[in-house]
Nanobody
Framework: QVQLVESGGGLVQAGGSLRLSCAAS????????MGWFRQAPGKEREFVAH????????YYADSVRGRFTVSRDNAENTVYLQMNSLKPEDTAVYYC?????????????????WGQGTQVTVSS
């Protein structure tokens, strides 16, 4: 069982930066691949970024590649999402998720555990 708690969201002006954190409980965090997803009002949940359990592989949605960076610290049971050059269209609730085994990193159905989400609002 893994419990996930996101933090670091807030209100920021366009062009600004935020760093989201996702703290995980449990001693097996290092065995889980982690993903970040987001959901804007009236829209479906969408994939943002993924990092393998080892941290050696990362994947990004086209809309955030080059602006967002996902990383993890297995010793601290935490995964991060550094978001730079934020745009108003990045406004959403951001969720982290954990997957014990995964084939399609951008498919939310592949993930076993989800956090409650943290709101990110980017003003123009």
């Amino acid at each position: 069982q893994v419990q996930l708690v996101e933090s670091g969201g807030g209100l920021v002006q366009a062009g600004g930066s935020l760093r989201l954190s996702c703290a995980a409980s449990g001693r097996t965090f290092s065995k889980y691949a982690m993903g970040w997803f987001r959901q804007a009002p009236g829209k479906e949940r969408e994939f943002v970024a993924h990092i393998a359990w080892s941290g050696t592989s990362t994947y990004y949605a086209d809309s955030v590649r080059g602006r967002f960076t996902v990383s993890r610290d297995n010793a601290e049971n935490t995964v991060y999402l550094q978001m730079n050059s934020l745009k108003p269209e990045d406004t959403a609730v951001y969720y982290c998720a954990a997957a014990r085994e995964i084939y399609y990193y951008d498919d939310g159905n592949e993930y076993d555990y989800w956090g409650q989400g943290t709101q990110v609002t980017v003003s123009s």
